[in-house]
């Protein structure tokens, strides 16, 4: 079954602190996965995106990680801001066309000062 | 300067009442999605549709009808409301269908049905 498994569901962390994020999904056959950001009353936005080959990709203070063979991805995030608060959702695509996305239930997290 | 709009962001109706949520995208793109988030706050998607054409219709009962007058709009109507139909539902659009094109979330409509 093509699943994609978030953890911890939630997190609270003090402002200026660093953090990450996990992420192991089953999807197959595997095309690229991303992190998205999803602040409360609003639709998600784009992290980053990853392809089977890449093993790191940076957005500002958020980087993440993809171990294709394990299946695992990491969101790692850098002197944390208050504006970090949100949901973030670990995505996974399918290969074959269609931009397929399977969603992860997200980790929500909470930047207290 | 919307990227992706969706109209009304709240809905609140009774069972059995019919009800349509719009979208509109102001990116060029040739693909528009259909996403419902469950109370587990899982997305999964509804339909896609390329250039107006149906691509992909994920198992959604057929009181759910998307309507796409152009590659612009994909419109969701929903036939006799049930209770399991309460749920966040978002557009998004992307360049194209392929592999990897990023998706675009309009902000979502919180649909109540009471």
């Known amino acids: 079954k093509n699943q994609v498994e978030q953890s911890p569901q939630s997190l609270i962390i003090l402002e200026g602190k660093n953090c990450t994020l996990q992420?192991?999904?089953?999807?197959?056959?595997?095309?690229?996965l991303r992190w998205y950001k999803q602040d409360t009353g609003r639709g998600p936005v784009s992290l980053t995106i990853m392809t089977f080959s890449e093993n790191t990709k940076s957005n500002g203070r958020y980087t993440a990680t993809l171990d294709a063979d394990t299946k695992q991805s990491s969101l790692h995030i850098t002197a944390s801001q208050l504006s970090d608060s949100a949901s973030y959702i670990c995505v996974v695509s399918f290969s074959g066309g269609y931009n397929k996305l399977i969603f992860g239930a997200g980790t929500r997290l909470a930047v207290h000062p | 300067d919307t990227a992706v709009s969706q109209t009304p962001k709240y809905l609140v109706t009774q069972m059995g009442n019919d009800k349509s949520i719009k979208c509109e995208q102001n990116l060029g793109h040739d693909t528009m999605y259909w996403y419902k988030q469950d109370s587990k706050k899982f997305l999964k998607i509804m339909f896609s549709y390329n250039n107006k054409e149906l691509i992909i219709n994920e198992t959604v009962p057929n009181r759910f009808s998307p309507k796409s007058p152009d590659k612009a709009h994909l419109n969701l109507h929903i036939n006799s409301l049930e209770l399991g139909d309460s749920a966040v539902y978002f557009c998004?659009?992307?360049?194209?269908w392929g592999d990897g094109t990023e998706a675009f979330f309009g902000q979502g409509t919180r649909l109540t049905v009471v």
């Open positions: 998004a659009s992307s360049p194209t």
């Open positions: 992420c192991n999904y089953t999807v197959s056959p595997f095309s690229n």
